[in-house]
């Protein structure tokens, strides 16, 4: 669910194909708020960072599987087809060529991330003190 959040509607909507599943929409998708803590130094005390858009849908297809998303931002289509695509993969065997698209698209997030990162660490700058005479 990580990858599909993290995902873009196109991404989504290209593993799905174009014909999509017969489906109830079981909670129609919804906007709302969450809280968004954050740490110093990414181990310390916790704070509230702020809050952050969330969109959040359930259905359940013709088989009866049921297919939940959340998804940061106001994209009701994308939580929609996100929540669809959930049920899909639930059917699907794990070594399935759905699954295998599904650790496709995380690779490709995992390289983003770590090209972000490298870019960001580039710019990193240590400061240190000096203390004159003891």
């Known amino acids: ?8 509607r196109a991404e989504i909507a290209a593993l799905l194909g174009p014909d999509l599943p017969e489906h109830e929409v079981l909670k129609a998708p919804e906007i709302g708020t969450v809280m968004v803590e954050g740490r110093a130094g990414g181990a310390g005390r916790r704070f509230n960072l702020g809050e952050a858009t969330v969109t959040r849908c359930v259905v359940r297809l013709a088989d009866g599987l049921m297919g939940f998303s959340y998804a940061l931002g106001r994209d009701a289509r994308k939580a929609r087809l996100a929540a669809i695509l959930d049920a899909r993969l639930q059917a699907q065997a ?20 770590d090209l972000a990162s490298r870019k960001a660490a580039a710019t990193k700058v240590d400061f240190f003190t000096l203390v004159r005479g003891a």
Request: hydrophobic share 55%.
């Open 1 to 8: 669910m990580a990858v599909l959040s993290r995902a873009s």
């Open 94 to 113: 794990p070594g399935s060529a759905l699954h295998q698209a599904v650790g496709a698209l995380a690779a490709r997030q995992a390289t983003a991330r």
